[in-house]
């Protein structure tokens, strides 16, 4: 399996590290186990916003707090796993506790990551289906998701900051923003285009130090471990159960884990048509829902399938059918994301030092920063309005909002996260209490 590394780890500093300081020195103490439970427990609880604030909140702790990570090690990380299947920003948090910990490490930070909001997914849905609406519940979350609004525009200004260096850097992130807005590119043709680009552009560096030297011992072991872990149970409905629903949400699931590149809102496009339009275990609107859901609570924004899994079932069987389908849809989802993380892992810094792939990265990267402003752009809208439809003239479309379903208090505590994350620096899980208060308050009027 994976080895444990010694890489960038420390412990919690007593205070808050300049920002201004270079972030591309190792620490001087490893993490402890301890260290890394009750930060990735603490990221997993406020990791709201989907992929882009939750990568900025990662990088934050760290790179930036604790420096488990140096900036060029964050970097290399991001862009190998906008690379893979399935959720980004999950596999970026295995990757970076794989890095202080091993296997075991990454185990908790992935998991970490992931529980904290599945629970509360598991909560909300089965409310949905006992109650239809969760009135209480949409005025809380009208205040995260106005608070969210700012913590992606963080997030896009310190990813941005970093990762676009140079002229060409700024011309691929335009361009990727323009392809993916504008002219609804598919994602993973964008990356590889830009990564196409950095290959062919990059020159040799006389002074790179060598790649490390990376065992391929671990390769078939750890393939043979995780793959069993993920398919077995797929292999054993196929086996006892072949007609069941369970079979079924087991089937699409994987095939949905390998398919979809270009991390959540890919896997989200592709599984949105095929649940509502071919299989029909969901109206449109429910699956809008369970988005809303997604989009409101911590963890990744790809446990809209853990939803889409529980209503499915509990439709047809009840409740507790639907928690069962709910086991298996998260099971499926993420055990493959371990699987590409510890296997592929290893391999990261080495491709990082090699010329062409690392001038590859760099410009994956900043193909990245476009994404999230799309992104971004996109969250925003859905925010401050209440109906956002699609135009397209010719091969371009765009996102146009109707300016009667503005939604004043979405903006009134956008305006407040702004002023208590950006001016007054505040904690982000204090920013998020009070613009919950306010969403509950300003909801009565």
């Known amino acids: ?87 980004e920003a999950m596999q970026l948090a295995t990757y970076s506790g794989w890095r202080t ?7 908790l930070a992935g998991l ?5 909001g599945a629970a509360v997914i598991m909560a909300l849905a089965t409310l949905y289906v006992l109650y239809g609406s969760v009135p209480l519940v949409a005025a809380l979350f009208l205040g995260v998701k106005a608070a969210v609004v700012i913590i992606v525009l963080e997030a896009l200004l310190k990813v941005a900051k970093r990762a676009l260096t140079g002229v060409d850097q700024w011309l691929i992130a335009i361009v990727a923003f323009v392809g993916i807005f504008f002219l609804n590119m598919p994602f993973p043709l964008l990356i590889l285009l830009a990564g196409l680009y950095g290959f ?40 006892f159960a072949p007609d069941s629903l369970f079979t079924d949400i087991a089937t699409f699931f994987s095939t949905l884990a390998i398919v979809t590149f270009g991390g959540a809102y890919a896997v989200l496009a592709y599984m949105a048509q095929d649940v509502v ?27 809209v399938t853990q939803f889409v899994g529980f209503l499915a079932a509990a439709k047809q069987g009840g409740i507790v059918e639907g928690v069962l389908a709910a ?74 909002p109707d300016v009667s379903s503005l939604d004043w208090r979405a903006i009134v505590i956008a305006l407040a996260a702004a002023g208590l994350l950006l001016w007054r620096k505040m904690n982000l899980l204090i920013v998020l209490a009070v613009c919950a208060g306010l969403g509950l308050l300003l909801s009565q009027i």
């Open 1 to 87: 399996m994976s080895r444990k590394t010694e890489g960038p780890a420390s412990k919690e500093p007593k205070s808050q590290t300049n920002l201004d300081t270079p972030l591309d020195t190792a620490p001087e103490t490893p993490a402890s186990l301890s260290d890394i439970t009750r930060v990735w427990g603490r990221i997993g609880l406020v990791s709201f916003g989907g992929p882009a604030a939750q990568i900025a909140l990662m990088h934050r702790e760290i790179v930036e707090r604790h420096r488990w990570l140096t900036e060029q090690q964050y970097l290399n990380a991001l862009s190998f796993c906008m690379l893979l299947p399935g959720p």
């Open 101 to 107: 910990h091993g296997v075991v490490g990454g185990l």
């Open 112 to 116: 970490l990551f992931v529980l904290p």
């Open 200 to 239: 062919w552009t990059a020159t040799r560096d006389q002074d790179a130090p060598p790649a490390p030297r990376v065992s391929s011992a671990h390769l078939v072991p750890t393939i043979t471990v995780w793959g069993t872990i993920w398919l077995l149970p797929l292999a054993l409905f196929w086996l």
């Open 277 to 303: 339009q071919t299989s029909g275990w969901l109206t449109a609107g429910e699956m809008m829902d369970g988005l809303g859901l997604a989009e409101t609570t911590p963890g990744p924004l790809i446990l």
């Open 327 to 400: 086991l298996v849809t998260l099971w499926v989802t993420f055990a493959p994301c371990f699987l590409w993380i510890f296997a592929g892992a290893p391999y990261v810094e080495q491709l990082a030092h090699q010329p062409r792939l690392r001038g590859a990265l760099s410009a994956i990267t900043a193909a990245v920063v476009g994404v999230i402003l799309n992104l971004s752009l996109w969250f925003t809208l859905n925010v401050f309005f209440a109906t956002v439809s699609e135009e397209a003239v010719g091969p371009f479309r765009a996102f146009v």
